[in-house]
């Protein structure tokens, strides 16, 4: 008789081992399962109430989370699309306050009020410049980058944006060095993406510099390497400066910090890289492009 009982026991487990390694293995299926790139529905092999029942309940979750990713990216969308129709529709009557403070300004006799319609003008200027980059930033975001690359004369953009910029140069008393002007040097690139980078290099150059700027264009090997330099004072954070809303001053509200965000996006669009770092203490972006 104790011999029969010892058989049942040892018998029970036995029994009980092998459905626990069997459900051991299960739960690392359903582990495998979630772990494995985009989250799926998990499926069990065992017929296990107990397991089944979380198995469906992990389910629900999962069609949960992702209903919600799918409203989200759809909320997401509109809101991106009405910020591009919003900065759209101000940049013409922006545009039109900028051509009546000129005029104002050059029309002016009295001093004291030119220097303050001058000061409204770089003011609105200002909020142009937001307002451009908002707009270039909600399209790129709903309809990706798509550079119509051809060959262009890289060292001609960069003298036309800086005689372009030559007003803001005079006012914040900074001087432009380019040796290199007489050059042509010619790179595959969407020109409207490169005078964008060129100008928002710029205007981060003016906004941060401690002195003049810098533009150096030079050839390594099959790429074209552009750089603009200017000294600092304060510390750069060369790791995410070209993250999407990064300032570097966030207490002086020196900008939205999507100008050199924008500039990552078409550099990368027309295949190329761009870099930032520091050497004792002047400030250094590089962009490379492949050279035509």
Do not use: W
Not at 69 to 85: G, R, T
Not at 164 to 180: L, M, R, T
């Amino acid at each position: 008789m104790e011999y029969i009982v010892i058989l049942i026991l040892f018998a029970a487990v036995l029994l009980f081992a092998a459905k626990y390694n069997v459900l051991k293995r299960q739960l690392k299926s359903i582990a495998r399962q979630l772990g494995v790139g985009q989250p799926r529905l998990v499926t069990v092999a065992l017929a296990d109430d107990d397991l089944e029942a979380v198995a469906l309940q992990i389910n629900r979750l999962l069609e949960q989370i992702q209903q919600t990713m799918i409203d989200s990216n759809a909320s997401s969308a509109v809101l991106k699309a009405s910020i591009a129709d919003i900065s759209h529709d101000m940049k013409t009557p922006l545009t039109s306050v900028i051509g009546y403070l000129q005029l104002a300004v050059s029309e002016c006799e009295d001093e004291k009020i030119r220097e303050i319609i001058a000061i409204c003008l770089e003011r609105t200027r200002y909020c142009n410049t937001l307002i451009n980059d908002f707009f270039e930033l909600s399209v790129i975001e709903l309809q990706g980058c798509a550079p119509k690359l051809e060959r262009v004369d890289a060292a001609g953009i960069i003298c036309e944006q800086i005689l372009a910029s030559a007003p803001v140069f005079e006012g914040k008393n900074i001087e432009p060095h380019f040796d290199d002007s007489d050059k042509t040097v010619t790179v595959f690139a969407d020109r409207n993406m490169l005078n964008r980078v060129i100008q928002n290099l710029i205007s981060n150059g003016v906004k941060y510099t401690s002195g003049d700027l810098s533009f150096c264009i030079c050839r390594e090997n099959d790429r074209i390497v552009i750089t603009v330099s200017n000294p600092v004072n304060d510390d750069v954070d060369v790791e995410h400066i070209f993250d999407r809303f990064y300032t570097r001053d966030k207490s002086r509200g020196s900008g939205s910090g999507i100008g050199l965000y924008l500039c990552r996006q078409f550099v990368d669009a027309m295949g190329g890289s761009i870099c930032a770092e520091v050497i004792e203490k002047i400030f250094f972006i590089k962009v490379k492009l492949r050279a035509a």
